[in-house]
T-cell receptor
Framework: DTEVTQTPKHLVMGMTNKKSLKCEQH?????MYWYKQKAKKPPELMFV???????INESVPSRFSPECPNSSLLNLHLHALQPEDSALYLC?????????????FGPGTRLLVL | GESVGLHLPTLSVQEGDNSIINCAYS??????FIWYKQESGKGPQFIID?????DKRQGQRVTVLLNKTVKHLSLQIAATQPGDSAVYFC??????????FGSGTRLQVQP
């Protein structure tokens, strides 16, 4: 089973809203990732969690706040977003972080900020 | 292929033909490479990977070739089917550095 699930599938929010994206995997993977993908572009790394600790933050604005409550769950809290933050947000997981590890992706949450 | 502005390079093939999608990478220290397939509205799906100590790896209908001398990776799909239509991304990494994705190539399969 290589399934990563994400909720919600779609999200529309205003610039003053607070919302959260959720990601879950039950493969026993110890590394989880958030990516942002704009149309016709490759995924761009936002955050990496390794063993439930934030190990990489790719200079992401503070209006995006990740959280890893346990080894199976990863959240992305959104607050005061801008219209240019509209994108597909992808979660991925891998056995470990780096060292030739395959990342498995979820289906993504398509976010529209009005 | 290389990204040109907002337009993905596109490879159009007839159903049943073989497809070859190319990817150039820049980091000579990269030692692990993955091909992902992304269908419209879905997340990237793992297809095949290869480590730098190999130059060829085969899967079911797919073959990945790695030429470290010229830093080039290719994905060959045999007997391409309409279900293969998608955007294909190569990705590479070394050590504990996060994956770096290529710009993507759209494969269109004509019935």
């Amino acid at each position: 089973d290589t399934e990563v699930t994400q909720t919600p599938k779609h999200l529309v929010m205003g610039m003053t809203n607070k919302k959260s994206l959720k990601c879950e995997q039950h493969m026993g993977h110890r590394a989880m990732y958030w990516y942002k993908q704009k149309a016709k572009k490759p995924p761009e790394l936002m955050f990496v969690y390794s063993y439930e600790k934030l190990s990489i933050n790719e200079s992401v604005p503070s209006r995006f706040s990740p959280e890893c409550p346990n080894s199976s769950l990863l959240n992305l809290h959104l607050h005061a977003l801008q219209p240019e933050d509209s994108a597909l947000y992808l979660c991925a997981s891998s056995q470990d972080a780096g060292i030739q590890e395959t990342q498995y992706f979820g289906p993504g949450t398509r976010l529209l900020v009005l | 292929g290389e990204s040109v502005g907002l337009h993905l390079p596109t490879l159009s093939v007839q159903e049943g033909d073989n497809s070859i999608i190319n990817c150039a990478y820049s980091n000579s220290a990269s030692d692990y490479f993955i091909w992902y397939k992304q269908e419209s509205g879905k997340g990237p799906q793992f297809i095949i990977d290869i480590r730098s100590n190999m130059d060829k790896r085969q899967g079911q209908r797919v073959t990945v070739l790695l030429n470290k001398t010229v830093k080039h990776l290719s994905l060959q799909i045999a007997a391409t089917q309409p279900g293969d239509s998608a955007v294909y991304f190569c990705a590479e990494t070394t050590g504990r550095r996060a994956l770096t994705f290529g710009s993507g190539t759209r494969l269109q399969v004509q019935p």
